[in-house]
């Protein structure tokens, strides 16, 4: 059973990679640019993401357009349209949600490092 989970996971990843490669997509990470970034990394990327209150309103706006047209496609029965603008609305909104997730856990960290050093003083 492990070895069939297996070959359908590197089936999928191969599909995927030879979709990519036919749409000339690669995401592969340039070399001295992007790299791999760890988690920590990330967070303070996504927090600062956050702290610019008009990236925001601008993601927020795309959501908003995307789900509005989503509820337009589906009423007009054009279905692939309509997941094509679901795809747009949860990469916007999980955008926000995940920044916003980054930038309050990386405040409170911040914080009990201010308290930390506050209490030994």
């Not at 496609?73 to 995940?98: E, H, M, P, T, W």
């Amino acid at each position: 059973m492990k070895i069939l989970l297996f070959l359908k996971n590197k089936f999928q990843y191969w599909v995927l990679n030879q979709l990519l490669q036919f749409n000339s997509v690669d995401i592969s990470p340039e070399p001295n640019v992007y790299g791999v970034m760890d988690k920590i990394e990330e967070e303070e990327i996504l927090a600062r993401i956050y702290e610019d209150k008009e990236l925001i309103a601008l993601f927020r706006k795309y959501a908003e357009g995307a789900n509005k047209a989503m509820v337009v496609a589906v009423r007009n029965k054009l279905f692939n349209d309509a997941l094509r603008f679901n795809g747009q609305f949860y990469c916007y909104s999980n955008l926000i949600i995940k920044s916003r997730k980054a930038y309050s856990r990386l405040k409170k960290k911040n914080e009990s490092k201010g308290g930390d050093e506050q209490s030994s003083n």
